[in-house]
């Protein structure tokens, strides 16, 4: 079935440091993939998205891109900033309702 | 910005009990979700809700669990008795849409420990 596997954590860089946390999946045909960011003590948010193979999602300096090849959908980012603080969820759907996540990822951000 | 509500935040019941997780969804969205989290595991899809019906359940989501929309703004998860394996963070969502494409937007969590 379709699953979602991500870098365990937690992690820890320094401000203006890159980031990457891997991501790929199982899936059959084209799910679309989803990052989430969790800040503490909020929901999950929409960090970005990409629904079809090469597709680049990028929002707030982050990145991801969609590599059918090898069925990943890492994060990265050039500068990392306290603020980016938090739990990352990479995430699939397919045809149905449902999301099918990661575990998360928690980055810490130290200046 | 709208945004998913829950409550309560946190959640601490004895085993057997009933509990009631509270949402209320994105004003104009039509179908809501409920997921939950087990410390250290995944994010698991439990149910989706359209038009006063399920959609798509989970295998988790078995006799034990039920949703309602009570009103016309509020969406509750009701676990009827209670377990331990059910302590773990509860996410509600809510969409405008269905679809592969569809953003689901989620709220805070209900954090829930069954003693």
């Known amino acids: 079935g379709d699953s979602v596997t991500q870098m365990e954590g937690p992690v820890t860089l320094s401000e203006e440091a890159f980031l990457t946390i891997n991501c790929t999946y199982t899936a059959t045909g084209y799910p679309s993939l989803f990052w989430y960011v969790q800040y503490p003590g909020e929901g999950l948010q929409l960090l970005l998205k990409a629904t079809k193979a090469d597709d680049k999602g990028s929002n707030k300096g982050f990145e991801a891109t969609y590599r059918k090849e090898t069925t990943s959908f890492h994060l990265e980012k050039g500068s990392v900033q306290v603020s980016d603080s938090a739990v990352y969820f990479c995430a699939l759907r397919h045809t149905g309702n449902q999301f099918y996540f990661g575990t998360g990822t928690s980055l810490t951000v130290i200046p | ?115």
């Open chain 2, 1 to 115: 910005e709208p945004e998913v509500t829950q409550t309560p935040s946190h959640q601490v019941t004895q085993m057997g009990q009933e509990v009631i997780l509270r949402c209320v969804p994105i004003s104009n969205h039509l179908y809501f979700y409920w997921y939950r989290q087990i410390l250290g595991q995944k994010v698991e899809f439990l149910v989706s809700f359209y038009n006063n019906e399920i959609s798509e359940k989970s295998e988790i989501f078995d006799d034990q669990f039920s949703v309602e929309r009570p009103d016309g703004s509020n969406f509750t998860l009701k676990i009827r008795s209670t377990k331990l394996e059910d302590s773990a963070m509860y996410f509600c969502a809510s969409s405008e849409a269905t679809g592969g494409q569809e953003t689901q937007y989620f709220g805070p969590g209900t954090r829930l420990l069954v003693l």
